[in-house]
């Protein structure tokens, strides 16, 4: 397969297109790319679990030979949803109403009180693979098929690699303001407290892909550590970013759009071993401490900030144009954009709007230790 477009299949008119969340929040709606939708450990064989991503209610399910699918929610029967109910009989997904069948291509396979399927009975599947632990669907509004391959980063088996450690948090913002973050160094030294602005080396994107290579400094209990943070994206729901310095840690970034304004983000992290197994363990656990609290750093901003269209820009800002244009070929649809400035919508209620200031013990060892002003 090849970073080329190929031929798109009509969709099958099963459930409409929803974009949910507060209208025109942003300019842009759900872009298309490989997304997590669980880990492997979440779903059994045999197992139908409800999911609701891409403004699309879906149910996630294994067969019995342990291959993972993923289909629209509702029976074209009389609409029950596979995800509450539901089952698995050999390789066939069964609603839970009448228990009619379906296999992993969405067509109708039988009726158990009738005399043979309906034919003009589907259901809308996507593609799904699972890359390590990673359950990863394509999702494209058209049903394209996959566009690009997803590559596995060297350290998912390099044995110096300890166990995963995974992490999960849902955000009210669009996953291409979150991403954009991947460019923006000088939101490090504000937002996060590092030492310095970090040095953005370079960025440069390839098709379907990107790559941001940068030089840190992390403060720290002995002192400020010299690093990298380095950061490929493949696509916009696949970011395998690699830290080194304090401890080489591979962090993989999914960010899954729940709908055009609420993105799904699991975070699963891999420490390089330090000869010894609890130190490992312990200074790995630090780590990942550290930097889910400064993810919780970020989401204020994200949730509260307006998207500017064209934003007034510093003469030493980093490339976030080159960003927006390379992130902008997953959206299907590109509306004339009037509006300079989309703000998020009023307070709940008519109320005034609230801001929680952080618990100092929350605080991040970049906050703690950095010395300068």
Request: aromatic share 12%; glycine share 8%; proline share 8%.
């Amino acid at each position: 397969m090849t970073d080329a477009a190929t031929s798109i299949k009509p969709a099958i008119p099963t459930q409409t297109e929803a974009e949910a969340g507060v209208p025109n929040r942003f300019p842009f709606g759900i872009p298309f790319g490989w997304f997590q939708v669980a880990w492997s450990s979440e779903l059994e064989a045999g197992q139908v679990i409800p999911r609701y991503y891409f403004g699309r209610h879906l149910a996630l399910w294994r067969d019995e030979d342990g291959a993972v699918h993923l289909s629209d929610a509702f029976c074209p029967h009389l609409g029950a949803h596979f995800g509450h109910g539901g089952h698995v009989k050999g390789n066939d997904l069964v609603c839970p109403f009448h228990g009619w069948q379906f296999d992993a291509e969405g067509a109708n396979t039988c009726i158990p009180y009738g005399t043979r399927p309906n034919r003009k009975a589907r259901i809308r599947t996507y593609p799904v693979q699972e890359l390590d632990q990673f359950v990863m669907a394509w999702y494209h509004p058209q049903e394209a098929e996959p566009l690009y391959d997803l590559d596995e980063p060297g350290e998912m088996t390099d044995a110096e690699y300890r166990e995963w450690t995974n992490v999960h948090f849902t955000v009210s913002t669009a996953a291409q303001e979150m991403s954009e973050n991947s460019v923006d160094g000088p939101h490090f030294r504000y937002v996060h407290n590092t030492e310095v602005v970090p040095e953005i080396q370079s960025y440069e994107t390839d098709g379907f892909r990107n790559r941001m290579r940068s030089v840190q400094k992390f403060p720290t209990p002995r002192g400020v550590v010299d690093g990298r943070i380095d950061v490929d994206n493949q696509g916009p729901g696949f970011a395998v970013t690699r830290f080194s310095g304090i401890v080489d840690t591979l962090l993989i970034g999914a960010a899954t759009p729940i709908d055009a304004s609420h993105t799904e983000v699991r975070f699963s992290f891999k420490t390089r071993s330090l000869g010894d197994a609890e130190m490992t363990t312990n200074v790995g656990r630090a780590f990942v401490k550290e930097v889910c609290k400064q993810f919780e750093e970020d989401r204020p901003i994200w949730e509260n900030k307006a998207h500017v269209v064209r934003p007034a820009l510093a003469d030493t800002d980093p490339p976030f144009m080159k960003f927006r244009k390379w992130y902008a070929q997953f959206y299907v649809e590109h509306p004339e954009i009037d509006e300079e400035m989309w703000v998020p919508g009023p307070p709940p209620a008519g109320g005034q709007p609230v801001f929680v200031k952080a618990n100092p013990d929350s605080a991040t060892a970049s906050a703690k230790y950095r010395t300068s002003e």
